[in-house]
């Protein structure tokens, strides 16, 4: 697990995604106690009562904090093409679903 995870994130390292301004707005929103905003074209995330980070893509549906890799979270779209869950994956394998409030 913790190769896959060190090799995930070395790749994205190596080859940076940018993911356009349009499509981080449709991210943006609140998951449970996690809020995703958009502040001066950029995604942050912050957990209820927890740092706010800028977030940074490793791929078209997966980012992670700017400067941590002990979480990243994947958007997941529902059957019309809306994001409407984050998924979190931490590095000591813990998984997170958190459904989208608003």
């Known amino acids: 697990f913790r190769l896959n995870w060190d090799l995930e994130l070395l790749k994205a390292s ?11 707005e ?17 995604l942050m995330y912050q957990r209820t009562g927890r740092p706010k980070f800028e977030l940074e893509a490793m791929s078209a549906t997966m980012m992670k904090p700017l400067g941590n890799v ?6 997941v779209k529902n059957k019309q093409g809306e ?3 984050i998924i979190v994956y931490y590095q ?7 459904l989208r409030n608003k």
Do not use: C, H
């Open 70 to 75: 002990y979480f990243k979270m994947e958007f």
């Open 92 to 98: 000591d394998k813990r998984v997170e679903t958190a």
């Open 14 to 24: 190596s080859n940076p995604v940018v993911i356009d301004s349009e499509t981080l």
């Open 26 to 42: 449709k991210y943006a929103g609140v998951y449970g106690e996690r809020s995703l905003t958009m502040e001066n074209g950029k």
């Open 83 to 85: 994001i409407d869950q």
